[in-house]
């Protein structure tokens, strides 16, 4: 596709399940963000991508979040154990270089924990 | 170490009024800096974007920003507000060194446009 494209793009499931969210990535581009939004609220940084690399990890917030990226294209978001804290949209960019380029991003994926 | 930061979280402006959207950054390195619209329920989308050429920037939806180093400030502004400008905005500044991917957003100003 021609742009950034995030699934599900509406997830609900019950406290303490595991849930995995997938962006696939703009073709040849070798950064990948992913970001989240809570209700309201700006960006809240949470891992990125160089290649199929995480540099910076620094923003997930706990140890039950992680991220994975391979062939330098697709990435999930894992996250384990949801709390209803977890509740929010996580978004996916992508640009051709790190931190220089523009962002893409994807329309996200609305999370609900109930 | 880098920083952005938007001083207004909420704007509220008449249709055909100017926009004025304030952004002041800073960064020991020789910053990109960026601004976003994301529309209600949707993914963000880049407005312009300064990456050192010329210092008035002309971005889609005829918004435009001006990159003033002495004030290390980079506004969004429009002369005439249109109803589909309603929308959340983000100053983003990038540059070398940074962590998060060398890219730091600010946490957003909110734009109401009233009829």
């Known amino acids: 596709g021609a742009g950034v494209s995030q699934s599900p793009s509406n997830k609900v499931t019950e406290k303490g399940k595991d849930v995995e969210l997938r962006c696939d990535p703009i073709?040849?581009?070798?950064?990948l963000y992913w970001y989240r939004q809570r209700l309201g609220q700006g960006l809240e940084f949470l891992i990125y991508?160089?290649?199929?690399?995480?540099?910076?990890k620094s923003g997930l917030p706990s140890d039950r979040f992680s991220a994975e990226r391979t062939g330098e294209s697709v990435s999930t978001l894992t996250i384990q154990r949801t709390q209803q804290e977890d509740s929010a949209v996580y978004l996916c960019?992508?640009?051709?270089?790190?931190?220089?380029?523009?962002?893409?991003f994807g329309n996200g994926t609305r999370l609900t924990v109930t | 170490a880098q920083s952005v930061t938007q001083l207004d979280s909420h704007v509220s402006v008449s249709e055909g009024t100017p926009v004025l959207l304030r952004c002041n950054y800073s960064?020991?390195?020789?910053?990109?800096l960026f601004w976003y619209v994301q529309h209600p329920n949707k993914g963000l989308q880049l407005l312009l974007k300064?990456?050192?050429?010329?210092?008035l920037v002309k971005g889609i939806n005829g918004f435009e920003a001006e990159f003033k180093k002495s004030e290390t400030s980079f506004h969004l502004t429009k002369p005439s507000a249109h109803m589909s400008d309603a929308a959340e905005y983000f100053c983003?500044?990038?540059?070398?060194?940074?962590?998060?991917?060398?890219?730091?957003f600010g946490k957003g100003t909110k734009l109401s446009v009233k009829p």
């Open positions: 960019a992508s640009s051709l270089a790190e931190g220089g380029g523009s962002l893409h």
């Open positions: 073709s040849g581009h070798t950064a």
């Open positions: 960064s020991s390195y020789s910053p990109s």
């Open positions: 991508f160089q290649g199929n690399s995480a540099p910076d």
């Open positions: 300064y990456t050192s050429a010329a210092t």
């Open positions: 983003v500044v990038s540059g070398a060194g940074g962590s998060q991917g060398n890219l730091i």
